[in-house]
């Protein structure tokens, strides 16, 4: 959980969940053009540059996001305009800087697993509005650290859930959904609930599995269909001890190449076992994930064997 993201820290005080902050401290591991580079920053001592670059474009993007109102981020003056290209259109035409470009792509796509697909100027900017993926590059002031759920995000839904008892219905998947102007209907097997709001959560290739009366409009019925989920693959490397403090490194890893490239300490609050978490994403995740087990379990040690030496190679 980052800096800043004040309501969920109050949900789970409410319902009595213990936030610990993450391990953080220590050096990034830097793999770049198959050179390992250990660096206490973000960016490495000959990027400068990209660093200065970098902020001038969060900076700029983040006055655009303030015009583009999180409710209807289609209502914004330029909306349009912004909808009609690329995030990495914009970039190219404003930014000089190719690391730069990269570092600010990977920071507002990255929580959706690098998008294969564009990502359009409109979304990146609703994403700023709503999000906070470019505080790192504006924050005049120490931010704090990053907390964790002691024992894992899924205890608020499951003390949410005993509270609310029998009112919440598992086992039990809404094909249809009616509406009129007074209420909403949802059909779920034998089950016919009814309500004032209905709030859809699942993936948008989805909810165009429903069927809704009304029906939905035809370009959103379109846009649901055209919207697939990303590829990304989540490992737990587990260790004896947090082996890779001993060289002053935080677990926390940037590399342009390989299974796993973006990685970070995800151990206990007691530090015990020591936890590396790691993601494949998109292309590297489409390609593994028609691997055996055993093939995807080396390439993962592999990659994190160049990071942090041999030790690595000896996870659970």
């Given amino acids: 959980m980052s800096p800043g993201q004040d309501c969920i820290a109050a949900l789970a005080e409410e319902l009595g969940v213990r936030l610990f902050p993450s391990w953080s401290e220590g050096a990034t591991v830097h793999w770049r053009a198959g050179r390992r580079i250990i660096s206490k920053d973000l960016f490495l001592p000959e990027d400068g540059d990209a660093l200065r670059a970098t902020r001038q474009a969060a900076a700029a993007l983040a006055t655009m996001a303030e015009s583009v ?45 690098r998008n294969s697909a564009p990502t359009s100027l409109l979304a990146a ?31 608020l839904s499951q003390r949410m859930a005993e509270a609310l008892g029998q009112r919440v219905i598992c086992g039990a998947a809404v094909t249809q ?50 919207a697939p989920m990303r590829w990304v693959i989540k490992v737990h490397c587990r260790y004896q001890r947090r082996f890779w403090i001993d060289e002053g490194l935080s677990g926390q890893t940037i590399s342009d190449e390989g299974a796993v490239r973006v990685c970070a300490d995800n ?11 790691g993601f494949i994403e998109e292309v590297d995740a489409k390609r593994l994930v028609r691997c055996s087990a055993a093939d995807r379990r080396a390439a993962v040690l592999a990659a994190l064997v160049r990071y942090f030496g041999p030790e690595a190679g000896g996870a659970a």
Avoid at 136 to 155: C, I, K, N, V
């Fill in 69 to 113: 109102p999180s409710e209807a981020p289609w209502m914004a003056p330029r909306a349009a305009e912004w909808d009609a290209i690329t995030l990495h259109d914009w970039l190219c035409t404003h930014v000089k800087s190719m690391a730069a470009r990269h570092t600010i792509a990977t920071a507002i796509e990255g929580v959706f697993a």
């Fill in 267 to 277: 151990s206990p609050p007691s530090g015990a076992p020591g936890v590396l978490v």
């Fill in 177 to 226: 959904i009616s509406q009129n102007r007074d209420a909403v209907r949802v059909l779920a097997g034998d089950t016919t609930l009814s309500a004032q709001w209905a709030i859809v959560t699942i993936p948008p290739a989805l909810t165009a599995r429903l069927h809704y009366d009304p029906p939905l409009p035809a370009m959103r019925d379109h846009l649901a269909q055209r």
């Fill in 125 to 155: 900017l609703f994403w700023i509005r709503c999000g906070d993926p470019l505080s790192p590059f504006l924050a005049t002031s120490d931010l704090g650290a990053e907390r964790r759920f002691d024992g894992g995000a899924e205890q």
